[in-house]
């Protein structure tokens, strides 16, 4: 790889906390087996959240790019890709997940410094992001299609073939395990993949990429364009090669990329925001309702699509619940996230940060701020917002519909459980839901009338890679993780094999 890799034979540069990288890294994108600049050779830069520091430059990728991207795709998934044999890709899965293993501690400290997050949560987003591709590894050779009982003396068949070509475009909160929950079902699929990281984030895949060749990947079959939405994502949509979008990302650009797929009628699947209620009922108990409210929304900065931002509190806890939840919220430590004792880190950019404080006043007129409320003083530099509680908000307040994807709770009390259920529902999202009581009739109660894809009881957050991802109404549609996510980058052929010797009689 063309980048100016750790100098050899010097010691590992100084993990200090706040030391701002000195050198500034030239990343290129991966098309066709080769790390490659923009055909503009026009880059763009990356920074560190925690020290505003440009830590890299990355090709501001075009529609040129994307074309040479699409068509190496192409003709990899023709030549070569379709012909192997689900052992081969899942064994070749199953190596990319050992070299994340291998690599955790470099990976995870790239994604903190690149993302802002805390290195313990980008260490288990490494674990993940390996367990995601052992995942799909196994899966590979999983994937058959069915004999049918057709009544005609035939025999039926549906069989299984990859969509070709997909083009995946995914957010910036965790680079690396969004990229795996994308390439992972779709090689094990037999797809071939031109993916656009975050312009925000674009480092922890091209530095995995650096390994793509050694576990036996063909060029062609992951291409990786880096550059903004518009510049390169817009025309990945659009590309006539590119036969299915998988999108994750905010609600308005996924209504963008349905549209301008439309089109071509190509296939797309959007993981979309969010604005996911966490429910609290007086019988749950109380110190793991108060952490579980707090880590629901809290985790990664609150730059999580499926967070609790929307806390319902039964009015019988309802001022104890507040109170424990703030006093505890005072507590979580923000800093950088190379500290190990940091809890929460700075938010990814500028932008994010400053969309999020936009909300803190929007929320300081609508309802009563309990904690936090604007940027940290201790942290004058970095893109830091401090964790802010929001109480007696409304359900209809434009802090409790619209995601902020930031480090903001609101608080919404509520009577009795036909009241909390209204409550969660009265959003146009439907990500995920989380309940806590210790009533299971009640909890299976609530769960089947939550419209969310995602529904946690006595718990939220942990994500299975076993199972569904994905949401109703605004939420965006389509399933990834699980079985389910393979479904994205499968088609359906019908086959009928006639065994009747003389089967047209009135002729
Ligand atoms: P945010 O505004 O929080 O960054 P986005 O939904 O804009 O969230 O970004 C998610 C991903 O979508 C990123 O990879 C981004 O580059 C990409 N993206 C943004 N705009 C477009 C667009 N018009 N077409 C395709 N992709 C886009
Ligand atoms: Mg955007």
Not at 327 to 336: E, P
Not at 372 to 396: C, L, M, Q
Request: aromatic fraction near 8%.
């Amino acid at each position: 790889m063309a980048t100016t890799s750790k100098p050899k034979g010097r010691p590992a540069p100084s993990r200090a906390p706040t030391a701002p990288r000195a050198t500034v890294r030239r990343y290129q994108m991966f098309i066709n087996g080769k790390f490659i600049n923009a055909a503009s050779g026009k880059t763009f830069n990356v920074f560190d959240p925690a020290t505003e520091a440009i830590i890299a430059t990355c090709p501001a990728g075009g529609p040129a790019d994307v074309d040479r991207a699409a068509k190496a795709a192409k003709t990899a998934f023709y030549a070569v890709w379709r012909g192997t044999t689900a052992q081969d890709r899942g064994r070749l899965l199953f190596r990319l997940a050992e070299r994340v293993r291998a690599r955790r501690s470099e990976l995870a400290e790239l994604e903190t410094r690149n993302s802002g997050k805390p290195i313990i949560e980008a260490e288990y987003d490494m674990d993940d992001t390996a367990t995601c591709f052992e995942y799909y590894g196994g899966l590979a050779t999983k994937i058959n299609g069915d004999v049918l009982p057709v009544p005609a003396v035939a025999v039926a068949l549906a069989m299984r073939e990859p969509v070709g070509v997909a083009g995946q475009i995914i957010p910036w909160n965790y680079p690396l395990l969004m990229a795996a929950w994308k390439v992972g079902p779709a090689l094990a699929a037999g797809c071939t993949v031109v993916l656009k990281p975050a312009e925000q984030t674009p480092l922890s895949i091209l530095a995995l990429a650096e390994d793509f060749e050694a576990v036996g990947l063909p060029p062609g079959v992951v291409n990786i364009v880096t550059g903004d939405g518009p510049g390169a994502g817009a025309p990945l949509v659009t590309h006539p090669d590119v036969r299915k979008i998988a999108f994750t990302g905010s609600a308005d650009v996924g209504r963008l990329i349905m549209r301008s797929a439309a089109d071509q009628l190509k296939r797309v699947s959007l993981e979309l925001g969010g604005k996911s209620p966490n429910i609290f009922f007086s019988d749950a108990d109380f110190e793991n309702a108060v952490d579980g409210a707090l880590f629901g929304v809290f985790i990664n900065q609150g730059e999580v699509c499926s967070a609790g931002s929307r806390v319902l509190v039964q009015r019988d806890i309802y001022k104890r619940f507040v109170d424990a939840t703030v006093a505890k919220a005072k507590t979580i430590t923000v800093g950088n996230g190379m500290d190990r004792t940091t809890k929460m880190g700075p938010l990814v950019s500028a932008d994010q940060r400053d969309r999020v404080v936009s909300y803190l006043k929007i929320g300081a007129r609508e309802a009563k701020l309990a904690v936090g409320g604007g940027v940290p003083k201790a942290h004058p530099r970095g893109w830091y917002v401090e964790p802010t509680i929001f109480y007696d908000v409304d359900n209809s307040a434009r802090i409790a519909q619209e995601e902020i994807f930031g480090p903001v709770m609101s608080i919404i009390p509520f009577k009795d459980e036909a009241d909390a259920i209204r409550l969660a529902n009265a959003t146009p999202y439907g990500l995920a839901a989380a309940v806590w009581t210790r009533d299971i009739f009640r909890a299976f109660r609530v769960v089947r009338e939550l419209e969310a894809g995602i529904i946690w009881v006595n718990h939220m957050q942990p994500t299975m890679v076993e199972a569904p991802w994905g949401g109703y109404k605004a939420s965006g549609f389509g399933r990834e993780l699980g079985r389910w996510g393979v479904e994205e980058y499968l088609e359906t052929k019908q086959v009928f094999i006639n065994l009747d010797e003389k089967p047209i009689g009135w002729y």
